[in-house]
């Protein structure tokens, strides 16, 4: 039988998307990567995978928060992907949830681990440019890390979110090894948030210019 998978709204986490800068263990945040190796003892491991192949990748289209469906390709990448970690152990998996995102964690791992979908894992909203060509989108984006889209988000706009959800998985995973199946924006924050990389980092190393895909990439959360 497949584990159940969850649906996180914003009522049941109790929080929008900006963290609660009231709260005293929030400091922990711009600090993340010169502490990790002091507190790996006491740290969340993340996973971080990306979702599979889809028809709008195909087609060479950035989706942003339009839901689009796997491909054939996405579909055998995510059940290839099953076998690719057999040799991880994970306490929960955590999705966007977007289609693609679910589709691909469930596709891999819903008869292995509970599946949570949270919101604040989502793509980049690219606003009106939603949906349109990658050659279109893909340069604004660097563009766009103070500036929000046109009727939507800026990278540090996906920062902060990214930022409270790895506030909560603090609060409730301590120790624990997570997986997160997302996309490109919330990955790039982790590399900010975590890493203490510059957003002109992020961008620069961004595995997908070169396309170096990895069955998964390792963060600590101290």
């Not at 996906?158 to 997986?179: T, W």
């Not at 982790?190 to 390792?218: C, H, I």
Request: charged share 25%; hydrophobic share 35%.
């Amino acid at each position: 039988m497949s584990k159940l998978t969850h649906q996180f709204s914003f009522a049941q986490v109790g929080r929008q998307f900006e963290p609660d800068r009231r709260l005293p263990g929030f400091n922990f945040l711009p600090s993340l990567a010169q502490t990790a190796q002091q507190n790996i003892h006491m740290a969340v491991r993340i996973t971080y995978f990306v979702h599979g192949t889809t028809t709008d990748n195909e087609q060479h289209i950035s989706s942003g928060w339009k839901d689009v469906e796997l491909s054939s390709l996405g579909v055998q990448q995510s059940r290839d992907l099953t076998e690719q970690t057999k040799h991880l152990q994970f306490d929960v998996v955590f999705c966007s949830d977007l289609k693609r995102s679910v589709d691909s964690a469930t596709l891999t791992w819903a008869d292995t681990y509970p599946i949570v979908q949270d919101r604040r894992l989502r793509e980049c909203n690219y606003g009106t440019l939603n949906g349109h060509p990658s050659e279109e989108v893909e340069p604004i984006q660097e563009q766009s890390i103070t500036v929000p889209m046109p009727e939507g988000e800026s990278y540090e706009d996906v920062k902060n979110r990214i930022a409270a959800f790895l506030q909560e998985v603090k609060e409730n995973y301590d120790g624990k090894h997570i997986a997160i199946v997302g996309h490109k924006a919330p990955q790039l924050a982790l590399d900010v948030l975590l890493r203490g990389w510059t957003w002109d980092q992020a961008f620069e190393q961004d595995w997908r210019k070169t396309k170096s895909w990895q069955a998964g990439w390792e963060y600590l959360l101290p």
